[in-house]
């Protein structure tokens, strides 16, 4: 039991579950037989976008959904691990509007196996996914990840573009001590999710917390490459990093070509020929440097100096920005600001 955040998956970001939101309320628990170990997590999270049914049971402020998570990892061989992945979103009230919360039906911790009210049709929102990582050498690895939000396979097979076939995927690699240099490392990651991904007809049950993706912080509808490379000699540490995206932005609030996760795909633009960049086609670039001087490996207590730089491009607009800094800094998780 914890109030945290969690992330599955071995690359920079996660499109299955990402340590990028804020924190929230969750119980888990873990256990390891032989070449398996399996997971179950129950969390609850906040919808700022709704205000909850207050009046009517005495529950103010803004709306809470619950989510369920399981994931299966398989350590195949030596150097092969594959893992399985689903999750239900589910709102904390019922198509009345009365307060259903936690549901114990979803107690059910095996995977796959949703309950009955479920599968008879819910307000529900359900996805599946895949975890894989290969050991290519002994200090280099290959990973990805797909993720199914929801697809009908005559769909994919005509190849139209229809609107709700909805996937994600990644593939990156992670090389640890390159050219012999010790603790010199490298991690280069792809990332590619498609139209409405993750969003669903309301808020209530969209695969996001606190106003925030469980996922890929530029929530859908876009392509990414990155690259990072950190280097650490006593307690010097450098690191560098450059990110390139494609992303397909609404022209205004009445529209959506799939890239808000917080709009609802029944006001979807289209029905078929939906691509990823849809919309209105947007570049963006980052580029972070940062020196380090470690005073305090236990706190990781450090003296940081860090320029960044990120830019924005559309026929609508160009946005730039430059940020310097030089502190004090400590920090016991992951902090992302390339999006």
């Known amino acids: ?34 070449q398996f170990q399996y997971t179950s997590m129950w969390a609850q999270f906040m919808d700022l976008a709704s205000k909850s049914f207050g009046q009517a049971y005495n529950d103010l402020g803004y709306s809470k959904k619950w989510g369920v998570f399981h994931f299966l990892d398989w350590n195949a061989s030596k150097k092969l691990t594959i ?35 479920y ?10 996914g895949m975890n894989a990582k290969f050991k290519l050498l002994p200090k280099t690895m290959v990973y990805g990840q797909f993720v199914l939000d929801e697809f009908k396979l005559s769909e994919i097979i005509n190849r139209d573009g229809w609107w709700a076939n909805k996937w994600a995927s990644q593939i990156g690699f992670r090389a640890f001590d390159l050219f012999k240099v010790n603790n010199l490392d490298l991690q280069g990651e792809f990332n590619a999710v498609r139209p409405y991904t993750y969003s669903f007809r309301n808020t209530f049950a969209n695969y ?18 990155l690259g990072i490379a950190s280097y650490r000699y006593k307690r010097w540490f450098l690191k560098g990093q450059l990110t ?16 808000d996760i917080f709009k609802s795909y029944d006001t979807r633009a289209k029905e078929y020929d939906n691509r990823i960049t849809q919309g209105v086609k947007t570049d963006f670039f ?27 491009k559309n026929v ?9 800094s030089v502190g004090l800094k400590t920090s016991f998780r992951q902090f992302y600001y390339d999006f």
């Open 208 to 225: 996001a917390h606190y106003n925030q993706s469980l996922a890929h912080p530029m929530g859908a509808n876009f392509r990414e490459v």
């Open 1 to 34: 039991m914890g109030y945290g955040t969690n992330s599955i998956g071995d690359g920079y970001r996660s499109l299955i579950l990402s340590d990028i939101s804020f924190s929230y309320p969750y119980l888990k628990i873990t256990g390891t037989l032989g």
């Open 244 to 259: 390139f995206a494609q992303y397909g932005l609404d022209p205004g609030e009445a529209t959506n070509y799939g890239g």
């Open 119 to 128: 599968s008879a049709g819910s307000s529900d929102n359900a996805m599946v």
């Open 316 to 324: 609508l607009f160009h946005n730039k920005e430059f940020i310097f």
């Open 286 to 312: 980052y580029a972070n440097g940062s020196i380090a001087f470690v005073l305090n490996p236990k706190y990781n207590l450090r003296i940081e100096a860090m320029a960044a730089s990120r830019s924005e």
């Open 83 to 117: 893992g399985l992945f689903d999750a239900v979103i589910w709102p904390n009230t019922d198509s009345s509007g009365r307060k259903r919360g936690f549901d114990w039906t979803y107690m059910n911790p095996i995977i796959f196996l949703r309950p009955a009210e």
